[in-house]
C-alpha cells in the first residue's frame, strides 16, 4: 500500500456548546497496513469522531489530512463526505425500499455503465448477496443489511473504512464470519479500516492496533495481543475480559483465565460450577478464604486442584 494513504488527526476537538465537549485535542496518525480498533463506553465520542473523519460532522477545532492533504469540513462541501473514507454507520443507513442491487448500484451512478454493472455484481458476489439481489433491503436478515450496508460503502474503492459498533447487532457465529470477510476486504480491496466499538474483547480478534478513548482523549495505539497480559492498569486490562486475583505468599497476582499451571505446590482451590459454550469450559473455583477465580479450559478441570498463575 502507497503510504502517503495515511490518515491523519491534528489537534482535533469536538463540543456541542462550551459545556458540553465530547472530544479534546486528539492527535493519531493511521498507516495503511494496520488494522485500528478504538474501543469507549457508550457516550465516550466514538461515532462523532468517526463521522467527523468520514466529514460527516464539522470538528470544532483541529484539522483531519488524508495523503497529506488537509480535508475540507462537512460545512465545507456541497455534499458532505470524502471519497477516500467511507462510513458504515450503526443504522447501516440503506435505502430500505430498494433492492440489494439498487442500493449498492446508487453508490456509483456516475460511473461508466459497463464498469459500474461489473461492480455491483461483483459485490454481490462477494459479499454473498447474489440470491437476494432483488430483494428489498427492509426485508433482509441483520447480517444481510451489514454485508449490503459495507458493500455500498466500499462501492466507490475508497482508501479508508470505518465500521461504528460492527459487531454489537450480530451473533458469535455471524461475527467470527464478518471478521473473516473484513480481512478478506483489507486484502482484495486494499482497504485501511478502522473500527470503534464498547467491547475490546470484541475488537480483539482483528485489531493490530488499539487505542481507548475515554474522557474525551484518545490514549496512544498499543498491540492488543501485548497488552491484554498486561495486567499493570487493571480498568483498561478488564476492558479485555476477565482478570483473576489472587494472593500468593503475600503477595497479589493478577491472571487471565487461561494463563495457569496446576502445581501441586500452588493455592488449593474448589470448584461450584462450570459452564461449556460450546468452545471452552469456563470454571468457577474458590479459594479456602472465597476468593472467586475463574478459569478457562479446553477439558473439564477436576473439582479440586492447585493451582498457581504462569510466571510465578
Not at 80 to 93: K, S
Not at 105 to 131: G, T, Y
Not at 139 to 156: D, K, M, P
Request: proline share 4%.
Amino acid at each position: 500500500m502507497n503510504s502517503l494513504l495515511m490518515l491523519q488527526i491534528k489537534n482535533l476537538s469536538f463540543s456541542i456548546d462550551a459545556t458540553h465537549p465530547i472530544l479534546h485535542r486528539i492527535n493519531a496518525t493511521l498507516v495503511p497496513g494496520e488494522i485500528y480498533g478504538i474501543a469507549g463506553r457508550s457516550g465516550a465520542g466514538k461515532s462523532s469522531l468517526l463521522n467527523i473523519l468520514a466529514g460527516l460532522r464539522d470538528q470544532s477545532e483541529g484539522e483531519v489530512l488524508l495523503q497529506n492533504r488537509l480535508l475540507p469540513k462537512a460545512s465545507q462541501r456541497l455534499i458532505p463526505g470524502h471519497p477516500g473514507i467511507a462510513l458504515v454507520a450503526q443504522d447501516y443507513a440503506l435505502d430500505l425500499f430498494h433492492t440489494c442491487e439498487e442500493n449498492i448500484r446508487e453508490a456509483i451512478l456516475n460511473w461508466e455503465p459497463k464498469l459500474r454493472e461489473r461492480r455491483v455484481k461483483h459485490l454481490l458476489k462477494f459479499f454473498s448477496l447474489s440470491h437476494v439481489k432483488a430483494t428489498k433491503a427492509r426485508v433482509l436478515s441483520g447480517g444481510e443489511q451489514q454485508r449490503l450496508a459495507i458493500a455500498r460503502a466500499i462501492a466507490i474503492k475508497p482508501s479508508w473504512l470505518l465500521l461504528d459498533e460492527p459487531f454489537s447487532h450480530l451473533d458469535h457465529v455471524l461475527k467470527f464470519r464478518l471478521i473473516n470477510l473484513l480481512l478478506q476486504l483489507k486484502e482484495t480491496e486494499q482497504l485501511c479500516l478502522v473500527l470503534v466499538s464498547h467491547d475490546a474483547q470484541d475488537m480483539l480478534t482483528i485489531c493490530s492496533k488499539m487505542a481507548f478513548l475515554k474522557q474525551g482523549k484518545l490514549t496512544a495505539f498499543f498491540n492488543p495481543t501485548d497488552r491484554y497480559y498486561n495486567l499493570t492498569n487493571l480498568q483498561e486490562a478488564r476492558w479485555f475480559g476477565e482478570v483473576n486475583s489472587i494472593t500468593w505468599k503475600g503477595t497479589n497476582h493478577r491472571f487471565r483465565p487461561n494463563d495457569f499451571r496446576v502445581d501441586p505446590e500452588g493455592i488449593p482451590l474448589i470448584c461450584d460450577r462450570y459452564l461449556f459454550n460450546g468452545t471452552i469450559f469456563i470454571h468457577y473455583f474458590y479459594t479456602e478464604s472465597r476468593e472467586l477465580i475463574i478459569l478457562h479450559s479446553m477439558t473439564k478441570l477436576p473439582r479440586t486442584l492447585n493451582l498457581l498463575p504462569n510466571g510465578v
